[in-house]
């Protein structure tokens, strides 16, 4: 039977499915690769992937192969982390899904400090929308996720910060001036709750839809556009730091005229809590928000 070195070569052939980013990654020349692929499929009985000129394709047994050593191999991972656990120190790798808006603009304030402080511990980070982050946590595919809005979760959930969502322009200073322009409005394609959350302040403040629209795909190229003067979008606090002296921004009010504010969540399982490296990842995240609100004071003193 395989070893477990063995699992992990052929884990990396099946990722790159191509021999020569594969030797590069395992640090082997390419000879060196195909000689040992054959010994391992020699092995198992059987051929595992077919070479052509566009790289490589698994054959059916390849597939039942890959299907299992996966397994094992996550199955070893969550060993590794047991076993660390059994230690003062913190190990292992720390697995986060994370709204593409927080770790764009928030985490990575947060990741500094935790590599500073835990040389040892390794980071394994996805981002997304925050449909596709809760999308890993029930396939139990990372350890925590950081996600925006409102989540119906029944594993552990804490309550990170809330930031205001705001018009922004070049020019408007206040939504009421919207009726009167002809500049486009850029909307980034979101979650559909995110969407949902503007489209019912629209509707509730004009009654009618805007005049011209620009949708693009991605918050940091509608942030962009806007702080060029094409147009103005709605956009959360949270991507606006340092922003320029010549970009206004208006809070959105609800129907209590109260800001509008998105809020921004920690969720998992209660098992991954247990482990060192989520323990300190979740205690630094406090330590960060506390710290943050502690200047927010200064500053208005």
């Known amino acids: 039977m395989s ?5 992990h070569f052929l884990s990396v052939l099946a990722q790159e499915m191509n021999m020569r980013k594969a030797a590069e990654r395992l640090f082997v020349s390419q000879p060196a690769l195909s000689q040992r692929l054959q010994t391992i499929e020699k092995e198992w009985g059987e051929k595992l992937f077919v070479r052509s000129q566009k790289g490589l394709s698994l054959t059916p047994a390849g597939e039942l192969v890959i299907k299992f050593i996966n397994e094992v191999i996550t199955k070893e991972e969550k060993v590794k982390e047991s076993i660390h656990a059994l230690n003062a120190e913190v190990y292992g790798t720390l697995k986060i899904a994370v709204a593409s808006i927080v770790g764009q603009n928030w985490l990575p304030q947060v990741l500094k400090q935790y590599v500073t402080r835990y040389p040892q511990a390794k980071i394994s980070l996805l981002t997304g929308w925050s449909s596709e982050i809760l999308k890993t946590l029930y396939e139990d595919h990372v350890h ?3 996600i925006r809005g409102t989540p119906d979760w029944k594993g552990v959930k804490i309550h990170l910060f ?3 969502l705001c018009l922004v322009d070049t020019e408007i200073t206040s939504p009421e001036q919207i009726l009167n322009t002809d500049r486009p409005f850029i909307q980034f394609k979101s979650d559909s709750n ?3 959350e503007i489209q019912d302040w629209w509707l509730r403040k004009f009654k009618t839809p805007p005049k011209r629209t620009i949708v693009v795909d ?3 190229t509608c942030k962009q556009m806007t702080f060029n003067g094409i147009g103005y ?8 730091n340092g922003v320029e002296k010549n970009i206004f921004k208006i809070p ?5 005229n109260l800001p509008l504010k998105r809020d921004t969540w920690l ?3 209660e098992s991954a809590f247990q482990l060192k490296q989520v323990q300190a990842f979740v205690e630094l995240i406090k330590e960060f928000i506390r710290d943050e609100k502690n200047r927010g004071m200064d500053s208005l003193l």
């Open 252 to 256: 959105l009010l609800d129907e209590n």
């Open 267 to 269: 969720l998992g399982y």
């Open 3 to 7: 070893s477990l070195s063995e699992f």
């Open 162 to 164: 809330e930031d205001p």
């Open 194 to 196: 995110y969407y949902q």
């Open 233 to 240: 979008a709605i956009l959360p606090e949270i991507t606006l």
């Open 218 to 220: 991605q918050i940091e």
């Open 144 to 146: 925590i996720g950081i």
